[in-house]
């Protein structure tokens, strides 16, 4: 009791959040010590990589009271809420593996980059197989807009990729698969973190990451695994925001005939011009106009 009769209130701390499971949280102090942690209500706008004051509630478990500011949020987003990814991130690396992968959740987490001013690698994973080289060449168009592309087999040689990380707190994206996990446990062979490796140890099922954490290579340089995307809303970009984040489109926007033009169809439109000139790569465009499609179906809240 203090002298104005009134209970003392705990010093809260402050920490990293450095794995999140939806309602429950990992918090990593300054000195290292882990706190599970939860958060008063239903707060759910919280990722990894934020950072929290906590007030502490038994030796190895806390409550988070307040979030601090944030460098980027990544996040995607369906009609009814958005879905935290990863907080304070500078880089978000796209793992895409051979022999094939979907180039339309590439353009999207391109976007989603792009809108966040978050810069982007994309990592093309598992150059051993034979396919690799046929995977590289499906992604000149993409080098070509200037992203860059890393060809990388991660169970052979991590090095080029760690050259990459030095400095940032990246994050890795991508579909279930592609080699997430294995190259966390190549960066930091402590990590063990799970990877889809069919065993009979475990029932011949495979192991999927199911929640991001983070890790830390060096005092500078840190990395978020997060769990396998299947699909990547954009709901959260306006028309506007889409057609930017295509940073092809950017040279032909306002020469379209039609002020709001769309790029879908409409006569006169600069994007489908520059598409018959052979100067925007199709696929491109086919990506673009799925999500102006999409938002344009959303339920309108006014009119
Ligand atoms: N050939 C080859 N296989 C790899 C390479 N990297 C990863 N793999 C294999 O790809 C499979 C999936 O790897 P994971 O690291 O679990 O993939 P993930 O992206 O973390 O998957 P989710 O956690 O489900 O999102 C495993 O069988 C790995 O052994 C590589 O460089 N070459
Ligand atoms: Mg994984
Ligand atoms: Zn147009």
């Given amino acids: 009791m203090t002298a104005s009769g009134k209970k003392p209130k705990a010093a809260l701390q402050s920490g990293t959040i450095v794995a999140s499971f939806g309602r429950q949280f990992t918090v990593e102090l300054g000195d290292g010590v882990l706190v599970t942690c939860v958060t008063r209500g239903k707060r759910t706008d919280i990722a990894c990589g934020d950072r929290v004051a906590i007030?502490?509630?038994?030796?190895?478990?806390?409550?988070?009271?307040?979030?601090?500011?944030?460098?980027?949020?990544f996040y995607r987003s369906d009609i009814q809420r958005e879905k935290l990814i990863a907080?304070?991130?500078?880089?978000?690396?796209?793992v895409l593996a051979a022999p094939a992968f979907h180039q339309e959740l590439l353009d999207r987490c391109l976007a989603a980059a792009g809108h966040e001013k978050i810069r982007a690698l994309i990592a093309l994973n598992k150059?051993?197989?034979?396919?690799?080289?046929?995977a590289l060449e499906s992604l000149e168009p993409y080098r070509a807009l200037g992203y860059d592309v890393l060809p990388l087999a991660a169970k052979i040689d991590i090095a080029p990729l760690r050259a990459q990380l030095a400095g940032h707190v990246s994050v890795l994206v991508g579909q279930s698969g592609m080699g997430k996990s294995t190259i966390i446990n190549r960066l930091l062979p402590d990590a063990a973190a799970r990877v889809g490796e069919l065993s009979a140890a475990h029932g011949g099922g495979r192991?999927?990451?199911t929640h991001a954490r983070l890790y830390h290579l060096d005092a500078a340089s840190h990395i978020i695994d997060s769990p396998g995307l299947q699909e990547f809303g954009l709901h959260h970009l306006t028309p506007q925001d889409l057609e930017h984040a295509f940073i092809e489109f950017r040279p032909h926007i306002g020469h379209c005939k039609f002020n709001d033009c769309k790029h879908l169809s409409e006569p006169g439109c600069a994007i489908a011009a520059a598409v018959a000139r052979g100067e925007i790569n199709p696929q491109r465009v086919e990506s673009y106009r799925k999500l102006i499609t999409q938002f344009m179906r959303r339920p309108k809240l006014y009119d």
Avoid: C
């Fill in 207 to 209: 192991h999927t990451t």
């Fill in 87 to 94: 907080a304070n991130v500078t880089q978000i690396v796209i």
């Fill in 55 to 73: 007030a502490m509630t038994a030796p190895d478990q806390g409550v988070i009271e307040t979030t601090g500011p944030r460098v980027s949020l």
């Fill in 127 to 134: 150059m051993d197989l034979a396919s690799g080289a046929a």
